[in-house]
Nanobody
Framework: QVQLVESGGGLVQAGGSLRLSCTAS????????MGWYRQAPGKQRGLVAS???????NYAVSVKGRFTISRDNAKNTVYLQMYSLKPEDTAVYYC???????????????WGQGTQVTVSS
């Protein structure tokens, strides 16, 4: 099993910044791509940003230029630095990790519990 623990959500005014963190632990042989998704009320969960183990990044068009994803492979941690936040960024943010299990070498797709980000206007 892989556990993902997120932190850093909260309430911020429009134009403000927040930094989310997500640390993976458990039966991990190799941690591959990690990413952040978000889900607003009444909407489907969608990709915000992702990063491969070698550092290649991908962003949703709506956040490109405002959000930065990074990771610390030594700490099994991925970060999402969010700048110039807008009310439409309000959502529950979920961490995702693609990994290979150390017990059976099977691929794993793991999710965090989610952290609320609320941007007030």
């Amino acid at each position: 099993q892989v556990q993902l623990v997120e932190s850093g959500g909260g309430l911020v005014q429009a134009g403000g910044s927040l930094r989310l963190s997500c640390t993976a632990s458990g039966s991990i042989f190799r941690l591959n791509a990690m990413g952040w998704y978000r889900q607003a009320p009444g909407k489907q969960r969608g990709l915000v940003a992702s990063i491969t183990s070698s550092g290649l990044t991908n962003y949703a068009v709506s956040v490109k230029g405002r959000f930065t994803i990074s990771r610390d492979n030594a700490k099994n941690t991925v970060y999402l630095q969010m700048y110039s936040l807008k009310p439409e960024d309000t959502a529950v943010y979920y961490c995702n990790a693609q990994s290979v299990s150390s017990t059976d070498y099977a691929a794993r797709d793991s999710w965090g519990q989610g952290t609320q980000v609320t941007v007030s206007s």
